[in-house]
């Protein structure tokens, strides 16, 4: 279910999903109501918002998840950090919403979980017998690209084994923040084909459904930030990864890894994340070159295929984030978003996509409900 929460100064776009089991969960996207507005007076909107709907709206539910998208980080996310104290995994990343605002905010939220910071640096949020782990907004400033994303993933392969999971098992998604994508992204290819090898991450077993996108963090010498998601608990027989072979080629084709997109089967319901999505073929080819509106529709098509696949259509989808290179394209992609998704809570970023031909990405959760009592409860 969608629904629209107004205020003076900011709004908010909300999907709910109920099953058959205790958890309710939400997608959350704040947007600030730019009009003139400084930075702190949008934060203040924001977060106002936010705490307006977790004592209206969405009384009961917790913060899993915040992703805030910054026009200016680096000197943007102090301010944020002081403002918001909340504990949960934090993701902040110079991403600038095309709304003309300046900061825009996602919030994953679950009534009926206990939530905690681990000793490993990750957040829990428990109910029965899985324990989400979020982390996020994870850095370091070794020398270049490569090296950033091998420490990354091997602090995080540490985390996960103090919790008694690993990446090949446990991980489910990752998002990889790439400062300069055009020049950077190549290293970051490199790291994560290596340390996939060495967990047996490989075209014949399986990869992470992820996306790897333009977004700079704070501090300017990093070059790669990294959010992840995994559960503890999860057994192989809920997780499947989805191909689309009419649409989409293995990213292993052109040297890359990970999975286009996977979904996970609790016994009320289906998760279903999306990779980020771009205008290519079932060859590897870019469709559509420097065509805005005829490489989103064909994104479109290729994300549809991937969600018929799962099972879902569009009318499951919680939330999309749609990242463009040109931020000339704004209008025109707001507009066909506009007709095509009215309803449909989304955010609109600035973020270079891996390969310079694509104008656009996107990424996209969806969840449906499901009667299958040979899975565990969510």
């Known amino acids: 279910m969608n629904k629209l929460f107004k205020q003076d100064n900011a709004y908010a776009e909300i999907f709910s999903f109920q099953g058959q089991g205790e958890v309710v969960e939400y997608h959350v996207l704040i947007h600030a109501r730019a009009e003139g507005r400084g930075f ?71 009534t009926n979980v206990s939530t905690r910071l681990l000793p490993s640096g990750l957040y829990e949020a428990r109910h029965g017998t899985f324990r989400h782990l979020w982390n996020a907004s994870a850095h370091n400033t070794a020398q270049n690209s490569e090296y950033q994303t091998r420490l990354l993933f091997n602090e995080y392969i540490m985390q996960l084994a103090q919790e008694g999971c690993t990446l090949a098992d446990n991980c489910i998604r990752t998002w990889l923040f790439v400062n300069d994508v055009d020049v950077n992204y190549g290293g970051v290819v490199a790291a994560r084909n290596k340390i996939f090898f060495t967990q047996g991450l490989t075209e014949d077993t399986h990869y992470i459904a992820s996306t790897g996108i333009g977004g700079r963090a704070q501090d300017a010498q990093v070059m790669t930030q990294m959010d992840n998601y995994a559960i503890a608990g999860i057994n192989k027989e809920q997780i499947h990864y989805l191909y689309a072979p009419t649409h989409l080629n293995r990213t292993s084709d052109y040297g890359v890894s990970f999975e286009r997109g996977t979904y996970v089967d609790y016994r009320d319901r289906r998760h279903v994340i999306i990779s980020g999505t771009a205008s290519i073929n079932n060859k590897g080819q870019i469709e559509h070159p420097k065509d805005i509106v005829r490489q989103t529709h064909r994104m479109w098509d290729n994300v549809e295929a991937l969600l018929h696949e799962a099972d879902t259509s569009y009318d499951d989808v919680a939330v999309m984030i749609v990242y463009l290179r040109d931020l000339a394209d704004y209008d025109v992609v707001r507009r066909l978003y506009e007709e095509r998704f009215p309803d449909k809570p989304r955010i609109i970023v600035h973020a270079p996509v891996c390969r310079s031909g694509w104008l656009i990405e996107m990424e996209c959760m969806a969840l449906k409900s499901t009667d299958n009592a040979s899975m565990p409860e969510f």
Request: proline residues 1%.
């Open 40 to 110: 702190q007076q949008q934060l203040d909107a924001v977060l106002d918002c936010y705490e307006q709907l977790k004592t209206q709206e969405l009384k009961g539910a917790t913060a899993v998840l915040k992703r805030y998208f910054l026009s200016d980080v680096a000197n943007q996310a102090d301010d944020v950090l002081l403002a918001d104290t909340s504990d949960c995994a934090k993701s902040i990343i110079g991403q600038a919403p095309l709304d003309g605002s300046k900061i825009g905010l996602w919030v994953y939220m679950m």
